[in-house]
T-cell receptor, first 114, second 114 residues
Framework: GAGVSQTPSNKVTEKGKYVELRCDPISGHTALYWYRQSLGQGPEFLIYFQGTGAADDSGLPNDRFFAVRPEGSVSTLKIQRTERGDSAVYLC????????????FGPGTRLTVL | DQQVKQNSPSLSVQEGRISILNCDYTNSMFDYFLWYKKYPAEGPTFLISISSIKDKNEDGRFTVFLNKSAKHLSLHIVPSQPGDSAVYFCAASGRAGTASKLTFGTGTRLQVTL
């Protein structure tokens, strides 16, 4: 079956611009996660959705970052006033019910802020 | 503050030999540990996990050992195969409200040579 998909695969933007990154989770998965992986680091947790609601957004670095999941499936990560330090691979994952259920990752979106 | 540490950035092993990847953690609230494997331009793929109530879990060629008193876990791959060449991430999660939030190490690049 289809895995987690993310679009675009690559995004280049200029400092100060707004970007949206999209994630399509595995069908039927109620839990969705966003992580960010900077060069040489492991993935870093950003936010976790259970259904339509953000159950844990403790990893969002500041208020320029926002994520939504309005219908409990597709999610969009939104970054306002991008900064060069936002350059990273943004990974999305989904799991069946959350908790300790296995998280399945998408291929990521590589964001480059010039 | 790196709560999950992988102190070896890289490891080279001959085909057929055992690969041992190590991971240390500092947060005593972690009770579930996982290993993910990552190929270039792909998202991390779940490999194997272990609960803190166990000290060993085995799945085919992969075995994870957990030493809670030392806050240390290791992944053993035997025999190693060229297709095992990838970056391996150790991850951990806690109880209840933090069960879904994975904390990753910085990864170990394994190269299996012929």
């Amino acid at each position: 079956g289809a895995g987690v998909s993310q679009t675009p695969s690559n995004k280049v933007t200029e400092k100060g611009k707004y970007v949206e990154l999209r994630c399509d989770p595995i069908s039927g998965h109620t839990a969705l996660y966003w992580y960010r992986q900077s060069l040489g680091q492991g993935p870093e947790f950003l936010i976790y959705f259970q259904g339509t609601g953000a159950a844990d957004d403790s990893g969002l670095p500041n208020d320029r970052f926002f994520a939504v999941r309005p219908e409990g499936s597709v999610s969009t990560l939104k970054i306002q006033r991008t900064e060069r330090g936002d350059s990273a691979v943004y990974l999305c994952a989904s799991s069946l019910r959350g908790g300790k259920d296995t998280q399945y990752f998408g291929p990521g979106t590589r964001l480059t802020v010039l | 503050d790196q709560q999950v540490k992988q102190n070896s950035p890289s490891l080279s092993v001959q085909e057929g030999r055992i690969s041992i990847l190590n991971c240390d953690y500092t947060n005593s609230m972690f009770d579930y540990f996982l290993w993910y494997k990552k190929y270039p331009a792909e998202g991390p793929t779940f490999l194997i996990s272990i609960s803190s109530i166990k000290d060993k879990n085995e799945d085919g060629r992969f075995t994870v050992f957990l030493n809670k008193s030392a806050k240390h876990l290791s992944l053993h791959i035997v025999p190693s195969q060229p297709g095992d060449s990838a970056v391996y991430f150790c991850a951990a999660s806690g109880r209840a409200g933090t069960a879904s939030k994975l904390t990753f190490g910085t990864g170990t690049r394994l190269q299996v040579t012929l």
